[in-house]
């Protein structure tokens, strides 16, 4: 059973300057020591400051902010202390934020809480853990976890189900929410989102003979004797009671059934399919489609389902257009942006886009060189079964030879050359030609 005292009570106080006077108020001695770990913020401390020291506490950790050469003091500062009872390790993140529009968030706050998530995945594997101090964040009554956000369900498989009626948070902070206090809001749903997901156990195979000795063993000395200590053992939550019991029931499965080990997982192919053009912009609303998707064929008389599915479709396909286009619109520019200023640039884009073109043209089977020749073979093939208008065009063309005179044809290319012919030939050679002419037996040899 559990009692105030046994519970580990944890505290932070925005101090407003830790200061030897404070420490030495008995006010100030008091209230820490109702607490096992203690932090402050905004201690204004530096690094000269002599070692700050609280009996019956550790300090643990000490974070101090420098001074800025035209301010009249320090500011920030965090510091933690411990009780030196306390075996357990426990994390815990003592956070001061400065406000929004301070000259010190020089980087915006959104560095700082990624880090901090980042932060509580990791330290949340090894044990509890804990968010404190002053974040300047104002959270209003938003809850602070994942709500239920579509409450009008029209096909449910249970008649007597009632929807769950969540309280809204009882917060004294009258403030409108900042944009500080959306972000604490959303890391305090990621960090109970982002859990690790254990492998399934692995598979028994039940015969007759198995179950029967699983009965067996179950009924022994020995697993009674356990079943009786898990039944007298008190358990902090309900997970580990759960992973006790059947951590029996695990061991008895062992010793009677054969276990079936699961098979070693293929590599995957890390190389991704995805568009050059195609964003993360694109990937989330694809996302949603296909989301939509399920839930439309879970609920097809649900017309809210319908009307967002095809909303988000029909954004996905205009956003996949237009990304295309301005991702070829982009290339061609570079192109003609680089050709003669940066050739080296040039050439780089031209020979990634033949590699992208490559691994394209690599999924297509490559043509047999008998198919290409067989293809111009049947091409060059004459038909000779002729149309109407075809058969009309030969039958002139036949008529046409059998009424040409070959014999005068003959006669002007057989006829033998004279002297005139060759002079006149001569005289319309141009001037930069050269051309001799020599006489034996009545022929005439020309030589240019």
């Known amino acids: 059973m559990y009692t105030p005292e046994s519970l580990l009570q944890i505290a932070v106080w925005n101090i407003e300057g830790l200061s030897l006077d404070k420490i030495n108020d008995p006010y100030f001695i008091r209230t820490i020591q109702k607490f096992h770990i203690f932090g402050f913020v905004e201690t204004w401390s530096n690094n000269l400051d002599n070692e700050i020291n609280i009996p019956g506490f550790s300090l643990i950790d000490i974070n101090t902010r420098k001074k800025h050469k035209k301010a009249r003091r320090n500011s920030g500062g965090i510091c933690v202390f411990a009780k030196n009872s306390i075996a357990k390790d426990v994390y815990i993140a003592t956070v001061y934020i400065s406000p929004e529009n301070s000259s010190v968030n020089i980087s915006g706050i959104e560095p700082i809480y990624n880090q901090l998530l980042a932060d509580t995945v990791k330290y949340s594997s090894l044990g509890h853990i804990m968010l404190q101090g002053d974040f300047n964040a104002y959270t209003n009554t938003k809850p602070d976890y994942v709500t239920f956000d579509e409450s009008k369900i029209t096909n449910l498989e249970d008649s007597h189900y009632v929807d769950d009626k969540i309280m809204s948070r009882n917060n004294l902070d009258p403030k409108l929410i900042n944009n500080s206090g959306k972000i604490l809001l959303s890391l305090c749903q990621d960090s109970i989102v982002q859990c690790q997901l254990d492998p399934l156990p692995n598979k028994f195979i039940w015969s007759q003979e198995a179950i029967d000795l699983y009965t067996q063993n179950s009924n022994n000395t020995t697993s009674r004797k356990k079943f009786e200590e898990y039944l007298q053992k008190d358990f902090k939550d309900a997970d580990k009671a759960v992973e006790a019991f059947t951590s029996i029931l695990y061991e008895n499965a062992k010793k009677s059934a054969k276990l079936v080990k699961s098979f070693p997982k293929k590599k995957k192919n ?150 005139d012919e060759i002079v006149k030939a001569i005289r319309l050679l141009r001037n930069d030609d050269i051309v001799l002419l020599s006489q034996s037996k009545n022929e005439w040899t020309t030589k240019f």
């Open 270 to 419: 890390k190389r991704s399919n995805r568009k050059p053009w195609f964003s993360e912009s694109c990937k989330e609303l694809r996302t949603s489609v296909k989301n939509y998707e399920k839930l439309v064929n879970k609920f097809p008389e649900n017309a809210e389902y319908r009307k967002k599915f095809y909303s988000f479709r029909s954004k996905f396909r205009r956003l996949c257009k237009y990304e295309e286009k301005t991702y070829k619109r982009k290339i061609c520019s570079e192109l003609s942006n680089r050709c003669e200023k940066n050739p080296k640039v040039f050439w780089k884009i031209l020979n990634k886009l033949s590699k992208q073109s490559e691994l394209k043209d690599k999924s297509v089977n490559d043509i047999p060189q008998k198919d290409f020749i067989k293809f111009y073979k049947n091409l060059n093939k004459s038909d000779h079964d002729y149309n109407d208008h075809q058969s009309n065009v030969v039958h002139k063309f036949e008529s046409l030879k059998a009424n040409l005179n070959y014999s005068v044809i003959s006669d002007e290319i057989n006829t033998e050359i004279n002297a």
